[in-house]
């Protein structure tokens, strides 16, 4: 009985150990053949360097890239927490006309393939004369991200105690005042997760950027994606660490402040 | 509203397109064509391609599945330090672009790669597994993984782990235990999660293209080289509009389907 449970035992650990190789081999990888001083890609990379990381700093579709993706999804991160907290406002505290419409429609892009969002958008750029507005990327990004800011802000502003605005209201309290001292503390928190995941996926996103790619409106993966359609070499692997470098950050600060575990329903 | 003006409008002048003459000047002009459509069926090219995409797309699915499903249930009974570490090596990586991850699997997949290398050092050869169906595949189960292990392991985490005790205890064998009771009350997670990465397999380019190759095609890959490199809007709308209504389609029958099911709500439980 014994030896069974520790057979079963080693079991899971094996499966469990392959799991977790599964999921970091490939980003750690990348990482590894990023700092070779090699010029070509090679298993084990030889010698320790970062002049790669370098040269990818300095290759203008690269750099041109991050700037552009910093921007949008930083634009996307602002603009979008407050539409997202007027619209979870909204929902949550008011009952009106529609409001099933409204809220069908705020997941509603997250439902659709991003291919079909895509090709739907560079058409209308292609007959309205818009083709490679950065713009349109940003409002792509932006209402594909407003669905987690909605939801993340709903949550918090339903926990909000109603008794307490209404009693500042009633003690004598501009609006503004109450909405400042009384409200916004109590979603300070689920709001700035929102931005930070609005943040991470506009940072991503390919799936639809691709499609309005254009010499002003290439995203930094979108750039490493069409740079790798053709080359493989150590500076692909620079920018993709490069890529993880940014998107570490958000993390990071989503751990800060509210655990990254809970903020995923990880952890309770 | 932002919304409608980039989301709805945009689509529904899909459909709209779709059913557009091509021009070779401008991608498109106005008409009306509905042979787009006859062309998009009668072409064995696109249907080859549309059994292959929901070929890698169920298969990417199966695999993420019968991973997250067990290593969801070995980690309810975990202490809370182990299983929200597992949980975060499995599901952190949702925050690394795919292109990234993708990159990571040309590299490890790829000739003189990590395998080759490894293999090559105890004498054996690999078999030629970049650019084809099996490297996508196994991209796209990297990739999806942690979308469906959000979904399980949710819905395991809720079953009240005394229901099943207690139907052991009743006399139950652990087989029956899981086909009767386990499997049934955390189901709502499963479809959830095969809805969610089918949807995203089945529309994906970017691993697919850069891990598969020539005879890997699949609609989306199609789709993107028809709209970026031909111009050919109408025709890339046709494949779009195809896609996703197979898709919705495919998705509404497999949330349905375990809804009349009854679900979670098969069991009682006593008060």
Redesign the interface.
Known sequence: MRTLHRTKNLI?VV??TL??T?????????MA?ALTSAEH????PSGLSLKWIERALETEIFTDGIVLSLEVAAGVAIVGGI?GTLAAYAITWHDFRGKNLVET??V??L??????????????E??LGLIGKSW?LF??H??LS?AFVVRLTGVGLAGIDRNGVVAAATLGARPRTVFWRIMFPQFRGPLVVGCLFAF?IS?????IS??L?APASTTF??A??SY??EN?DPL??AA?TL??LF?IV??LLVQRFVG??RA????E | ???????????C??AV?SFFPTSPM???RTGFAPENYRYFWKESYFLKATTRTFEYAILATIFTAL?SY??SL?LVGRS?KV??T????????I??????????????L?T???L???LQSFGATMPRLLYTGTAVVIGLT?TL?PFMF?SV??SVRRLDPSIPAAASTLGASPMRVFWRITLPMTSSGLTAGTALVF??A??N??TT??LGGGETTTI?VL??EQ??VVVD?PL??VL??S??VI??VVMNLILRLTRKGGGEQAVVVPQ
């Open positions: 899971a499966f469990v799991i977790a599964f999921m970091l081999l490939p980003v750690l990888v990348v053949e890609v090679a298993f084990p539409i429609l705020i509603a892009p439902t659709l393939p991003a291919i079909g969002t895509g090709i739907a958008l560079l058409s209308l292609s007959m349109v409002m792509a932006l209402m407003i991470i940072f991503d996103e390919v799936g691709l499609f790619a993966p979108v490493l994606y790798m359609l493989y692909v692997m993709g890529l993880v998107s958000p993390i990254i575990a995923l329903g990880l952890d | 509203m932002i919304l409608v003006v980039f989301f709805v409008l945009p689509v002048l899909l397109i401008t991608g498109m991973i067990p290593l070995w809370r299983r929200v597992v949980a975060l090596i499995v599901v952190m990586p925050f690394i672009t795919v292109v990234e991850r993708s990159l990571g699997w040309m590299a490890i790829g003189n790669g990590m080759d290398s490894i990297n993984l959000l392991f949710a949807s995203l089945s529309s380019v970017v293209s850069l989306p789709l993107y709209a970026t809007y890339s709308a779009a509009v896609l996703c898709i919705i």
